[in-house]
T-cell receptor
Framework: KAGVTQTPRYLIKTRGQQVTLSCSPI?????VSWYQQTPGQGLQFLFE???????NKGNFPGRFSGRQFSNSRSEMNVSTLELGDSALYLC?????????????FGEGSRLTVL | AQSVTQPDIHITVSEGASLELRCNYS??????LFWYVQSPGQGLQLLLK??????LVQGIKGFEAEFKRSQSSFNLRKPSVHWSDAAEYFC????????????FGAGTRLFVKA
C-alpha cells in the first residue's frame, strides 16, 4: 500500500507570494490533517478534513486555507507569504473513523520564504 | 483545551544505556496518547499508542510507555538504546474519534553517544 505523498518536497518563495501544497493520503483513508513544523515550536495543528469537510481548525490566520477533494486528496494554500511561514508542512492521513487515531505522515513539504 | 508538555528539549544517552523521555498531558476526558518518532528528513512514525486497558503499552523498536493517570504522564522508555535510536520523539494526545485533532508536544531530540 502506498504511503502518504506530499508534493512538492521543497520550494522557495518570496514574501507576498502564495503557495499551494498537495497531499495524497493512503488509499482508503478519508481524513487528512495538516501540520506546520518549525524548530522550537514542534508541530502546530493547521486543520483536518474528512470527506471534503473541514472538521477542525487550529489557530492560524486566514491566510492559511485548505480543501479536500472527493478522492480524499488535499491541498493547503498560504497566501501573502511572510518570512515566518518558512517551515516544514506535514500532511497526515487516517481512516477518520473509529477510535484508532493513528496518523500516517508524509515526508513533508519544506517551504522557504525569502 | 488539551495540551502536551515534553520538559526535555534534548537528551544525550550512551549507547546501551536506558532511556526515559517524559511527557505530561492536559485533557479533560480519557486521553488517547501516542508517541511518534521522526528521523532526520523524514515524516513521523508511530511508536506506540494508549487508548485504554493495560497502562503499560509496548511499541515497535523495543519501546514501551506507561500511562499514569494520577500524574497525567505518559513516559516513553527503552531498556537499552541503540545508535539508530537518535531522532526526535513527539508525545501527542488525540481528541475525539478518528484522531481528527491530535496535539503534539514540542518534541525531545535524542542524541546517542558511543
Amino acid at each position: 500500500k502506498a504511503g502518504v505523498t506530499q508534493t512538492p518536497r521543497y520550494l522557495i518563495k518570496t514574501r507576498g507570494q502564495q503557495v499551494t501544497l498537495s497531499c495524497s493520503p493512503i488509499s482508503g483513508h478519508r481524513s487528512v490533517s495538516w501540520y506546520q513544523q518549525t524548530p522550537g515550536q514542534g508541530l502546530q495543528f493547521l486543520f483536518e478534513y474528512f470527506s471534503e469537510t473541514q472538521r477542525n481548525k487550529g489557530n492560524f490566520p486566514g491566510r492559511f486555507s485548505g480543501r479536500q477533494f472527493s478522492n480524499s486528496r488535499s491541498e493547503m494554500n498560504v497566501s501573502t507569504l511572510e518570512l515566518g511561514d518558512s517551515a516544514l508542512y506535514l500532511c497526515a492521513s487516517s481512516s477518520g473513523t473509529g477510535v484508532t487515531g493513528e496518523l500516517f505522515f508524509g515526508e513533508g513539504s519544506r517551504l522557504t520564504v525569502l | 483545551a488539551q495540551s502536551v508538555t515534553q520538559p526535555d528539549i534534548h537528551i544525550t544517552v550512551s549507547e546501551g544505556a536506558s532511556l526515559e523521555l517524559r511527557c505530561n498531558y492536559s485533557y479533560g476526558a480519557t486521553p488517547y496518547l501516542f508517541w511518534y518518532v521522526q528521523s532526520p528528513g523524514q515524516g513521523l512514525q508511530l511508536l506506540l499508542k494508549y487508548f485504554s486497558g493495560d497502562t503499560l503499552v509496548q511499541g515497535i523498536k523495543g519501546f514501551e510507555a506507561e500511562f499514569k493517570r494520577s500524574q497525567s504522564s505518559f513516559n516513553l522508555r527503552k531498556p537499552s538504546v541503540h545508535w539508530s535510536d537518535a531522532a526526535e520523539y513527539f508525545c501527542a494526545v488525540g481528541a475525539g474519534t478518528g484522531g481528527f485533532k491530535t496535539i503534539f508536544g514540542a518534541g525531545t531530540r535524542l542524541f546517542v553517544k558511543a
